[in-house]
């Protein structure tokens, strides 16, 4: 099981945590431990948190944060529970908190996961393999609309409606099984002069695994968490891949920092809503030309800090 260890702005997110040596640290998508392992070098008496449901990421991140021994906790977990988890370990406040959203390489590169278009496999796309939904269930049994719906939000698939309809027409003949089949399946929606943009199926297989792992859901529920979790000082570093998880990340800030729902008329505010803290990056932090040049997924990588008062 060999894990890419190439890290997504890691220079970057590195910079925007402003490590302290004594602090304490989570990362809520652990994946490989890229970043986890930046971060442990800099640690002397601090603590790290790793969190992943991935059973294979739990096993390599644990390989890879061996050597910093009692510094490091890893827990099989998503994200969405961190302050119930960090309870447990009798953990209040943390210093610092890095999310790298969306698939991980090795998820991508792991042919029997079937996160990719590019290997024939089961379609599956889980990232916690204990759950029951799995890609297979959606492009079986979603409705119609179901379908479109996310393939038109999730995916921003231009040919969405045609695609759905497809899926509906195909599986009523026999049940669709393998990434290969779907990817047929999707070709035929498109016309021809519109599939020379990269794969056509790269907007659907993203659509279908953001459901399966209710990404966006997630993430939305788990911001005003770990805000709160944050000591004063504390920073908040978001890489996302996508224009909807951006845009959640963009408006959980704004909202953390100007929390205030008084009518602008009014001369004072009287909802009692302080701010939590402000926003680090008024634009996102986008990945230099070095790291451009070496890893295409860091093309739609973007990241955003928050720092708590």
Avoid: W
Avoid at 112 to 117: P, T
């Amino acid at each position: 099981m060999e894990f890419n260890h190439y890290s997504v702005m890691l220079a970057e997110t590195i910079e925007q945590l402003n490590i302290k040596p004594g602090g304490i640290y989570v990362d809520g998508t652990l994946g490989g431990a890229g970043h986890a392992s930046e971060v442990c070098k800099r640690l002397v008496d601090g603590r790290f948190i790793g969190i992943d449901q991935d059973e294979d990421a739990i096993k390599a991140a644990g390989e890879r944060l061996a050597p910093f021994g009692n510094k490091v906790t890893i827990l099989r977990n998503n994200y969405c529970n961190m302050k119930a988890a960090l309870t447990e370990l009798g953990i209040e406040k943390v210093d610092g908190i890095v999310l790298d959203l969306g698939v991980s390489s090795y998820q991508l590169d792991t042919e029997d996961r079937g996160f990719s278009y590019r290997f024939d496999a089961p379609l599956d796309m889980r990232m916690d393999r204990r759950q029951t939904l799995t890609a297979r269930t959606i492009v079986n049994e979603y409705s119609e609309m179901e379908l479109f719906r996310i393939i038109r939000d999730y995916g921003e698939d231009q040919f969405a409606k045609n695609i759905a309809k497809h899926i509906v027409i195909e599986r009523a003949k026999k049940p669709i099984e393998t990434t290969f089949e779907l990817n047929e399946i999707i070709k035929a929606s498109i016309p021809a002069k519109m599939r020379q943009n990269g794969h056509p199926s790269k907007q659907t297989f993203q659509a279908i695994r953001i459901e399966c792992n209710r990404e966006l859901e997630v993430l939305r529920d788990s911001l005003e968490d770990m805000i709160e979790l944050l000591h004063p000082g504390g920073r908040l570093c978001i890489i996302t891949f996508h224009s909807l998880e951006d845009r959640i990340v963009k408006t959980a800030f704004r909202n953390a920092e100007h929390p205030c729902t008084c009518p602008p008329e009014f001369p004072v505010c009287v909802c009692g809503k302080v701010p939590k803290g402000r926003v680090v990056s008024r634009k996102p932090i986008l990945p230099g030309k070095e790291e451009l040049a070496v890893n295409s997924r860091s093309k739609s990588a973007k990241l955003r800090v928050f720092e708590k008062e």
